[in-house]
């Protein structure tokens, strides 16, 4: 199976920063990784695919890069609504994981 | 516009087997395959397996090899999934969620079963 780890697993931060997460595959998946948006009680959001492209509706603010092991999330001016815990995944490999998320709260 | 709707929450014995539905609208349904994904209590995603809605076949992860089973009906845009022998780490809500067929990307999602296994 492809492990697939985060960092950091969680972070403070303020409205209008910048935030990067990083997420690292054990094996190399070329571009086969996404980023899901998650907030209690609802259903996980998709906010990048392959690696990079953003899904639409998602706001710009939001952008993704990396290839073959490693990946990284960036939220540029951190909004209210971007609270949350995210998540790669990788679908190269079955079965598809998901990285332990990173839970984004506020400072 | 697409929609995946869930089987409601279910409440199970240990041993006993469970079966989520999910119903599919808004798009051709053969067209994109379906995973499953759950998050026990306090922990993160965890995938559980996929459909192929067109031709039937299926890939479960290891962990769940031997008491998971998914299938569709596609004459009502339906698939499943039944997971038997459960246990208390079952314990978990299930998501199923709509996979775009090049990179497996989960675009729509559904609004999440809550199972809960008792002993």
């Known amino acids: 199976d492809t492990l697939m780890t985060q960092s950091p697993s969680s972070l403070s931060a303020s409205v209008g920063d910048r935030v990067t997460i990083t997420c690292r595959a054990s094996?190399?998946?070329?571009?086969?990784l996404h980023w899901y948006q998650h907030k209690p009680g609802k259903a996980p959001k998709l906010l990048i695919y392959?690696?990079?492209t953003l899904q639409s509706g998602v706001p710009s603010r939001f952008s993704g890069s990396g290839s073959g092991t490693d990946f990284t999330l960036t939220i540029d001016s951190l909004q209210p609504d971007d609270f949350a815990t995210y998540y790669c995944?990788?679908?190269?490999?079955?079965?598809?994981?998901f990285g332990p998320g990173t839970k984004v709260d506020i400072k | 516009q697409v929609q995946l709707v869930q089987s409601g929450a279910e409440v199970k014995r240990a041993g006993a087997s469970v079966k989520v539905s999910c119903r599919a609208s808004?798009?051709?349904?053969?067209?994109?395959?379906i995973h499953w994904i759950r998050q026990a209590p306090g922990q993160g995603l965890e995938w559980v397996g996929w459909?192929?809605?067109?031709?039937?076949?299926?890939t479960s992860a290891q962990k769940f090899q031997g008491r998971v089973t998914m299938t569709r009906d596609t004459s009502i845009s339906t698939a499943y999934m039944e997971l038997r022998s459960l246990r208390s780490d079952d314990t978990a809500v299930y998501f199923c969620?709509?996979?775009?067929?090049?990179?497996?990307?989960?675009?729509?999602w559904g609004q999440g079963t809550r199972v809960t296994v008792s002993s």
């Open positions: 969620a709509r996979a775009v067929l090049a990179e497996q990307q989960s675009d729509f």
């Open positions: 808004g798009y051709t349904f053969s067209h994109y395959y």
């Open positions: 459909i192929n809605p067109q031709s039937g076949g299926s």
């Open positions: 094996h190399p998946i070329i571009k086969y």
């Open positions: 392959a690696a990079s």
């Open positions: 995944q990788q679908c190269y490999n079955a079965p598809f994981t």
